[in-house]
Nanobody, 122 residues
Framework: VQLQASGGGLVRPGDSLRLSCTAS????????MGWFRQAPGKEREFVAA???????IYADSVKGRFTISRDNAKDTVYLQMSSLIPEDTAVYLC?????????????????WGRGTLVTVSS
């Protein structure tokens, strides 16, 4: 399974972006999916995850600003990001979990996309 993330870019603080991640074939509708991010010089961190039936978890740092959703018919997961701050600058990666559920632990994910860069700067 290949995952293609898109939607990143350079935005100003307070702006919004929507990231998309599409799987290469229909294998993800029964799996949890997640978004992680990795800033320069920092470890990969959990952002949000969604189960096969729509149960959602968020990192505290993005709760209330980011929204994860999925469209199983399109094998796509989205991350709507609002009120962006410079600390959100990172490469955002999507991943498919081994189970039907989302998880904060990156080791539970089987497939990873290459990521899309989000830069928040004035």
């Amino acid at each position: 399974v290949q995952l293609q993330a898109s939607g990143g870019g350079l935005v100003r603080p307070g702006d919004s972006l929507r990231l998309s991640c599409t799987a290469s074939r229909r294998t993800t509708s029964n799996n949890g999916m997640g978004w992680f991010r990795q800033a320069p010089g920092k470890e990969r961190e959990f952002v949000a995850a969604i189960s096969w039936r729509g149960e959602i978890i968020y990192a505290d740092s993005v709760k209330g600003r980011f929204t994860i959703s999925r469209d199983n018919a399109k094998d796509t997961v989205y991350l709507q990001m609002s009120s962006l701050i410079p600390e959100d600058t990172a490469v955002y990666l999507c991943a498919v979990n081994r189970s039907p559920y989302g998880n904060r632990d990156s080791s539970t994910y089987r497939y990873w996309g290459r990521g899309t860069l989000v830069t928040v700067s004035s």
